[in-house]
């Protein structure tokens, strides 16, 4: 990884299932821009969701998914020659591992998620003796159980530990929060959580593990305190992904890095969720915004094997 922190141009690709992950590319595009470290810096924002009609949770089979997953990867690679990737998505991080080509040699670092988040919750644990967790996700990542499994080999005892699938979640974020449709449902995965989690879970915090949810974080914040609990922190992996991936990039090595961040989707998206999360993406990031605005279409980059599931 220090190698790639020693050129003089630098091209990174994070990637999502849907818009989600643009968050990272946001603070990847400014964590760049402030630590100088490149003369030139490309952030590629690729939006990888199959199609229109159909998303990886949507597919009957882990081992399709798979595949499909394992084609987008390889067109990422083909056509963008990054020299890092960054899978922003829970979702997806859960298909790297068995995916074709993930981790042949030569490959740019292809990295994950949800060890990420296995870390900040292990953390959080450590801290909090009496702490439980409620991982609140979408359903390819609960299925898998794999950050349940992660922290039982780290120690931690199965009952701190419990999934919540969000089930539309990620698609009514995207659509625009405004409506109260994202509030109402958080309330009501909120409650179901905490009802399921009894009267002597200690003290609860929740797990946002899908970047979609960090755009509704206060709204899962107003849902606990509902409940009278305090739930400083959230967990939420996301808004540190960048900061992870750049921790032993040399500061100062330039003047001035030019950034240049775009958007490539290989599905169309509606014109809805465009200004939906470009409006979010304006409050801290108005490149970011801008970028999705602008974004371009590449809808034959990759096989998805039909549109059906």
Do not use: W
């Not at 402030?34 to 030139?40: A, N, Q």
């Not at 997953?69 to 997806?92: G, K, Y």
């Amino acid at each position: 990884m220090s190698d790639l922190f020693n050129k003089d141009t630098f091209r990174v690709v994070a990637t999502d299932s849907g818009l989600g992950g643009m968050a990272v590319a946001a603070i990847l595009a400014s964590r760049l821009a402030s630590l100088r470290t490149f003369r030139k810096a490309e952030v590629v924002f690729f939006n990888c969701r199959p199609s229109e009609s159909l998303g990886y949770d949507m597919m009957r089979s882990h081992e399709r998914r798979t595949r499909v997953f394992s084609n987008a990867l390889e067109a990422m690679n083909r056509t963008f020659q990054p020299d890092a990737i960054l899978i922003a998505c829970n979702t997806l991080s859960v298909l790297r591992d068995r995916a074709a080509g993930a981790h042949a040699p030569g490959q740019p670092p292809i990295i994950g998620i949800v060890e990420l988040g296995v870390s900040m919750i292990s953390h959080h644990l450590r801290q909090q003796p009496d702490a439980s967790i409620i991982m609140y996700a979408a359903p390819t990542t609960v299925q898998s159980g794999v950050h349940r499994r992660s922290l039982t080999d780290l120690g931690f005892a199965p009952h701190r530990l419990a999934y919540l699938d969000c089930e539309n979640l990620p698609a009514i974020i995207e659509n625009g929060i405004e409506d109260g449709q994202a509030e109402s449902l958080i309330k009501r995965l909120v409650d179901k959580s905490v009802k399921a989690a009894g009267q002597d879970h200690g003290r609860l915090t929740g797990a946002l593990l899908c970047t979609h949810f960090g755009f509704a974080g206060d709204l899962f914040k107003t849902a606990f305190k509902r409940h009278e609990i305090d739930t400083a922190p959230i967990i939420d992996p996301t808004p540190q992904m960048a900061d992870d991936f750049l921790d032993k990039a040399p500061a100062g090595r330039f003047e001035a890095t030019e950034v240049i961040l775009s958007v490539v989707s290989h599905t169309q998206l509606q014109p809805k969720i465009v200004r939906s999360m470009s409006g979010m993406l304006e409050r801290s990031s108005p490149a970011a915004a801008a970028a999705l605005r602008n974004h371009t279409i590449a809808s034959r980059l990759f096989d998805t094997e039909s549109s059906t599931p």
